[in-house]
């Protein structure tokens, strides 16, 4: 397995409120995690920070040789943590009312890969030199489009492309999407919308099935992302698995 993961401020926001991991436990399992917060007054970083560092710790506790049921009911559980444990940051701290994160999750092992959605950060991955979108976003646009009151074409310059249907710490009980994914798959990519709001997902695509080592492909795309604006924090977790599904 080959894995990187960065996280950039944008050439616009004054700071950045988005925070991501990349974990490996005893096991050799994988927890790959973008939280992209929200909310003034540090909120945002605050809560995007609470996500990632309870998932981190959890996994590397908790996560040992589950089966794949077992997985989803862990993921589950660690939403509905991390979403109480928002709502309780902000209940102490009167002036971060409205915080909250959205959060995408891909946790890879020997036997499965799923991912966790919460919100418009994306999971991808990568089969047969095809990048395909995994996660759905929960954005009042996608669900324009999925009512067929939108076209694609006209959501992505839309002025409320960027309200949130669902995020931790804004929405209880939370109730986070899993997703089951092929074995067959070569590559896991996670990012915030900083990356995907600047690039369309074929230029992603290039990007990822060039030669370059991972670390500069990461780097070429946040890159990509800011000589076309950096309108907001941009974030990256990205895993390249191996054939034998072993550590090189």
């Known amino acids: 397995m080959k894995s990187f993961c960065m996280t950039n401020t944008g050439k616009v926001r004054d700071h950045n409120e988005d925070s991501v991991i990349i974990v490996r436990n005893k096991n050799n399992d994988y927890l790959l995690a973008v939280a ?5 007054h540090s909120a945002g970083e605050v809560a995007s ?5 309870y998932l981190g710790k959890h996994f590397q506790e908790s996560f040992v040789e589950l089966a794949k049921e077992e997985a989803i009911e862990w993921l589950r559980n660690a939403a509905t943590e991390i979403n109480r444990m928002i709502y309780s ?26 991912f966790g959605n919460i919100g ?10 095809k990048l395909h979108k995994v996660t759905y976003d929960h954005t009042l646009v996608n669900l324009l489009v999925t009512a067929g ?5 006209e959501a992505k310059n839309h002025p409320k492309k960027n ?7 804004a929405t209880n009980p939370i109730d986070i999407d899993i997703f089951d994914c092929d074995m067959g798959v070569s590559e896991i990519f996670l990012c915030s919308d900083g990356l995907t709001n ?12 060039s ?8 780097n070429r795309l946040i890159n990509k992302a800011n000589n076309r604006g950096g309108l907001d924090n941009i974030s990256i977790a990205y895993l390249i698995r191996d054939k034998e599904g072993e550590e090189e």
């Open 120 to 129: 418009d950060s994306s999971g991808f991955v990568m089969k047969n030199q």
């Open 49 to 53: 920070s609470i996500a990632i560092s």
């Open 198 to 209: 600047m690039l369309e997902e074929d230029q992603i695509q290039k990007v990822l099935t």
């Open 211 to 218: 030669d370059e080592l991972i670390e500069d492909k990461v």
């Open 36 to 40: 992209d917060g929200m909310g003034g």
């Open 149 to 153: 009151e939108l076209t694609k074409e």
């Open 89 to 114: 940051y902000a209940a102490d701290h009167p002036e971060s009312k409205g915080m909250g994160s959205t959060l995408v999750v891909g946790i890879h092992t020997k036997d499965y890969i799923l």
């Open 163 to 169: 309200v949130l249907m669902k995020a931790l710490g």
